[in-house]
């Protein structure tokens, strides 16, 4: 009787928060970042069995982008459904120059790609990356009119030592001071210590550092942006839970890494809006 009631309270709760989720104009967004990824594999090929694979899927009924590496940005965009955008993983805070193995914001738009991902934790664990930088380039990116996905997120301690929000309100204050037109910015929560590592937050983790994020928003920014920027949750989200984190009425999509190499997969998460 217990696990029944249970069901029925999940349920229910699940239910209320779908509604809650009807009542916001929030268009929900996926986006799969392939990261250095040709497709599943390394080759032209690889690339094209993906893209084959989700034209052949269920049509998405939200937005969904694919975070393409440079080099197969042109033959995706060129093959893959329209309804698909292509993203790029990164970009430069400069127009041209002597900005070796860099790629500016004119290149990407000149060829039609006009979403890029910013502050990815690996970009910011991996190589470096400031908030002063990634603020820089937040900037530019929505001076071109592109869309930007502007990342954020905390390591394991930091969650395990309750600073989550002081990890993340520097961050999140870089991409507020760069940002002169919130309906070209998509916040991307990713838990550090929940990319790539199995590990995922609870859906309560989700929704109640979703919630926070906007609460921030709401009060640093103002209520109306809060209400309408769409928050993605970026942290090992797959076809196996996508539909439980999605139930949170601040979690407008997902920002799926591993899981978006499989068009079986990628095609589950997009599928629970």
């Not at 809650?20 to 268009?27: A, D, G």
């Not at 060129?78 to 290149?107: C, D, H």
């Not at 209520?223 to 970026?234: F, K, L, N, S, T």
Request: proline content about 3%.
């Amino acid at each position: 009787r217990n696990q029944i009631r249970k069901k029925k309270k999940k349920v229910k709760m699940q239910a209320t928060r779908q509604s809650m989720r009807m009542m916001s104009s929030r268009v929900p967004i996926v986006g799969g970042n392939w990261k250095m990824n040709a497709g599943n594999g390394t080759t032209k090929a690889t690339v094209m069995d993906l893209v084959n694979g989700l034209n052949g899927a269920a049509e998405p009924k939200c937005e969904v982008f694919l975070g393409v590496p440079y080099l197969y940005l042109e033959s995706v965009k060129a093959s893959i459904k329209p309804i698909f955008q292509v993203a790029a993983q990164n970009m430069y805070k400069e127009t041209k120059g002597a900005y070796t193995g860099e790629i500016s914001g004119e290149m990407l738009t000149d060829m039609g790609v006009n979403t890029v991902i910013i502050g990815h934790s690996e970009r910011r664990d991996i190589f470096g990356e400031t908030d002063e930088l990634l603020g820089a380039k937040i900037a530019k990116a929505i001076d071109l009119g592109m869309t930007v996905v502007a990342c954020c997120g905390e390591h394991k301690e930091e969650r395990e030592s309750g600073k989550t929000m002081d990890v993340l309100i520097p961050q999140l204050q870089a991409i507020a001071d760069n940002t002169n037109d919130w309906s070209k910015l998509v916040i991307a929560y990713e838990p550090v210590w929940a990319i790539g590592t199995g590990l995922t937050a609870t859906p309560q983790q989700a929704q109640e550092t979703h919630a926070e994020i906007r609460s921030w928003l709401a009060a640093k920014v103002s209520p109306a942006v809060a209400d309408a920027v769409r928050i993605q949750y970026g942290g090992s989200a797959n076809d196996k839970n996508a539909a439980d984190l999605a139930a949170g009425p601040d979690i407008d999509g997902f920002l799926v890494g591993g899981a978006s190499l499989d068009a079986k997969k990628f095609s589950a998460v997009y599928s629970v809006f």
